[in-house]
């Protein structure tokens, strides 16, 4: 029908005949195999592009700094929280807050096997890129860069197709968790050369290339950034490459000097080549397996999770995985922006934390020197943008995949044990102590208080209270161990102007640091209470309540405070001031999730709450492209008009969203900024995690239904009055009237239908 359609319209709608054409593959080609006889439903919707180009939101445009409003995304092809993502890469380098591709780049410069943290302000590790190319041998990536075209491309979060003019070559990209498989198409009879080039930053690393077995392997080692800057991290990203065809030639380079060598390695800019010749139509394919421990387990779990199987039988398989993932949220809407919106959030939120272990159990020891262990249950996992993922995306995935979540609290604790304290902020399988708080605490406790508890709850308790009461020595604090300025809190109840945390990345940012310690207090009473330690219990719910002692009720916000009690001068609520994380006074003012009634009495009572809430609204110092204030447009749930959360929320879906490459109004920080956006577009949000209760607003969608994996399923409808309706003015659970502004976990993953009654104008009783 596609082809016929085509014929039909081409002599008339030239224009259009490409559209259709890339509609039509989309229906088709993408989908190979005997996975055409399921048509895909979901994956259509997902915008890989979105977050590859700076923001284009309406509150991004007030901030100065722009690598903040970069979303920092990539279109990566894999399966859920996989080991290794594939990109297009438009970047040459591992450089911290450099990610490898940008939309708007001009040249492409081959695939990359990443593990960039998507969204983020880090750093891609132990990546290597395949280039083909063809004509005459290149190796500089100057000299064989491709002009980058996007009327040349298709992208899907588990395929990517990409035509090389000057190389007369078409390249296509599927994955599994841990391999890759790349398809290459001669467009002409040509000499082909395919480059493979570890990506070292550091002229480390190591390549060789055995030409009678088709094989290329080799490794790139990790190198640690914020805590211990620059220092092996104890692993390399190993790779093993297969190619069936025979080689016609082959050899090693660096820096563009080639060699007959069959190995090269601690040089810059180093990789091998394999070339070939091709007729016109002939395809090569090459199989990519990748490990965090050896050559050898790379080679092993290519073997294990590809082997010999075709392109087309992994896409179809990659794509059930993401269709299966991406199903358990369903969406009835004539809003088709709006799904393309929230099924790309939904793509983003799955991305990490990032699978470590191979196929048969082993992984790399957390903050080891080259030492593997083995999990004998579970998987081992990652990558945990901690600060950013325990409000919104670790708790999405608490919902929709708790066996997940059950695996990364295990993995947390693994890391606790194996480095002897629980760290802050692990990335790149180190301690690297890069933000505040200590948020591990809130992770732990919101699981554990969901239910999710397969694993030893008691030496995750002995690694966090240990953070919470205890200062590591002087070389384990340097290290990254503990948290920042534990000492003056434990003193003074707060962290005082005089404590600047030198030996952090982010230094100073005291208030902040109080704010958070006091939340994370409160998680871990929580834990305390359950386990029946009464004494901890008391203290560290006393200590919850450390956020008053930074309260100045003259300015009606959080300051900075000296020792002594005196406060930090001159005071500006709306300035990025040096005791504040990313943010102003006025907006972190609003982190006490776990003690609202508490701050609403600082405050001087509820409509003080509002009217504080109306002013940060006004003077539109309200920021989406960070996570600080997240929960703040669901603070009106607490006062008595309810009605401006809706409001707000409405908005912010409005503005701070779109499906361009500028769609997402910062870093995406590993899908907090997209869990956001999920949760708030279903119609309830976790203010406070660690409680198990969500804050109620109007769903964005006329229904939605979540699967859960116990079977049960959760429908939200939306009954709106006319189009613009956003106003709840009624809701039934169950077929019963409804009147709290919140819902607890257990009811939303018990099952059931959730209606909301909609209207155009706010009930303001």
């Keep these: 029908m596609c082809l016929a359609n085509l014929k039909n319209k081409a002599s008339k709608y030239k224009r259009h005949k490409i559209l259709l054409f890339l509609r039509c593959f989309w229906a088709t080609a993408i989908c190979t195999g005997p996975v055409c006889a399921q048509q895909q439903q979901l994956i259509r919707y997902v915008q890989p592009f979105s977050g590859t180009a700076a923001s284009t939101t309406l509150a991004s445009q007030h901030i100065e700094d722009k690598t903040e409003r970069l979303a920092n995304t990539i279109p990566a092809v894999a399966p859920p929280f996989s080991m290794t993502q594939w990109t297009p890469q438009t970047q040459l380098t591992e450089k911290k807050c450099l990610a490898p591709y940008y939309y708007n780049n001009k040249k492409f410069y081959g695939f990359r096997a990443t593990h960039w943290i998507s969204g983020s302000c880090m750093q891609d590790y132990g990546s290597f890129t395949i280039m083909p190319i063809s004509g005459h041998l290149e190796t500089k990536p100057n000299h064989y860069a491709e002009d980058y075209v996007h009327e040349n491309e298709v992208s899907s979060p588990s395929y990517y197709k990409l035509k090389l003019p000057r190389h007369k070559l078409l390249t296509e990209i599927t994955a599994t ?106 395809q090569l394919v090459v199989y990519s397996g990748t490990s965090f421990t050896s050559i050898a387990a790379a080679r092993a779990n290519l073997e294990s999770e590809i082997n010999t199987e075709s392109f087309d039988a992994v896409l179809g398989k990659t794509n059930q995985a993401w269709e299966k993932s991406l199903a ?39 903050a080891g020197k080259y030492q593997n262990l083995t999990m004998r249950k579970g998987s081992y996992y990652d990558d945990f943008s901690m600060w950013d993922i325990y409000r919104a995306q670790l708790p999405l995935i608490e919902i929709l995949k708790p066996d997940l979540a059950n695996n990364l609290v295990n993995s947390m604790v693994l890391k606790g044990k194996q480095g002897g304290w629980m760290p802050i902020f692990p990335c790149w399988n180190s301690y690297t102590a890069a933000m505040i708080g200590d948020h591990a605490a809130a992770f732990i406790a919101s699981a554990y208080n969901k ?87 008391l203290e560290l ?65 509820s409509k003080n709450l509002e009217n504080n809430l109306d002013s940060l609204f006004a003077k539109k110092e309200y920021w989406h492209g960070n996570e600080p204030g997240h ?28 499906d361009g490459a500028g769609g997402l109004s910062g870093n995406d920080d590993a899908g907090q900024m997209s869990a956001w956006y999920i949760f ?81 104008h706010p009930v303001k009783k």
């Design 328 to 366: 358990q949220v369903s969406i009835v809407d004539k809003n088709e922006t709006g799904k393309k919106i929230f099924y790309t959030a939904l793509y983003h939120a799955m991305q990490h934390p990032r699978l470590y272990n191979d196929v048969d159990g082993r992984y790399p020891q957390f």
């Design 451 to 537: 239910g999710i508890r397969n694993y030893d709850v008691q030496e995750a308790y002995i690694l966090m209270r240990q953070n919470a009461f205890q200062m590591p020595d002087s070389t384990d604090y340097l290290n990254g161990k503990g948290r920042r300025g534990i000492n003056s809190y434990l003193k003074y109840g707060y962290i005082p102007m005089e404590d600047s945390i030198p030996n952090a990345f982010h230094k100073k940012e005291q208030v902040s640091r109080t704010l958070e310690y006091a939340y994370d207090d409160y998680a871990l009473a929580s834990i305390a209470k359950a386990l029946g330690k009464r004494s901890d219990y």
């Design 177 to 282: 968790l841990r391999s890759g498989l790349m398809r290459i198409t001669a467009l002409k009879t040509d000499s082909v050369y395919i480059l493979v080039s570890p990506n070292s930053d550091q002229s480390k690393g190591f390549i060789q290339v055995d030409a009678k077995k088709g094989e290329i392997s080799g490794y790139n080692p990790v190198h640690r950034i914020y805590q211990g800057w620059g220092e092996p991290a104890g692993f390399s990203g190993y790779f093993f490459i297969r190619i069936k065809k025979a080689f016609t030639t082959s050899g090693v380079y660096s820096e563009g000097h080639i060699s007959n060598q069959l190995s090269i390695g601690q040089k810059k800019d180093i990789g091998a080549f394999a070339g070939f010749k091709l007729q016109k139509g002939e």
């Design 631 to 658: 929960q703040i447009p669901f603070l009106y749930n607490y006062t008595s008009s309810p009605w401006k959360t809706q409001l707000q929320v409405s908005r912010i879906l409005a503005e701070e969203y779109s």
């Design 680 to 760: 708030a577009a279903l119609g309830f949000y976790p203010v406070d995690p660690v409680s198990g209760t969500y804050q109620l607003t109007g769903p964005l969608f006329k229904q939605a239904t979540i699967l859960f994996p116990n079977g049960k399923k959760t429908t939200i409808q939306a009954v709106k009055k006319s189009n613009n309706s956003i106003y709840i003015t009624k809701i039934s659970f169950n077929g019963k009237v409804y009147t709290k502004n919140h819902i607890t976990h257990q009811m939303l993953t018990n099952g059931g239908k959730i209606i909301f009654y909609l209207e155009d």
């Design 541 to 605: 719910s006393k200590r919850s309540l450390n956020y008053q002692r930074i309260f100045d009720p003259e300015a009606g916000m959080v300051r900075g405070r000296y020792a002594n009690g005196e406060w930090y001068k001159p005071f500006y609520p709306d300035h990025r001031e040096p005791y504040i994380t990313e943010g102003t006074p006025r907006q972190y003012t609003f982190y006490v999730p776990h003690d609202m009634p508490g701050l609403i009495k600082l405050m001087g009572g």
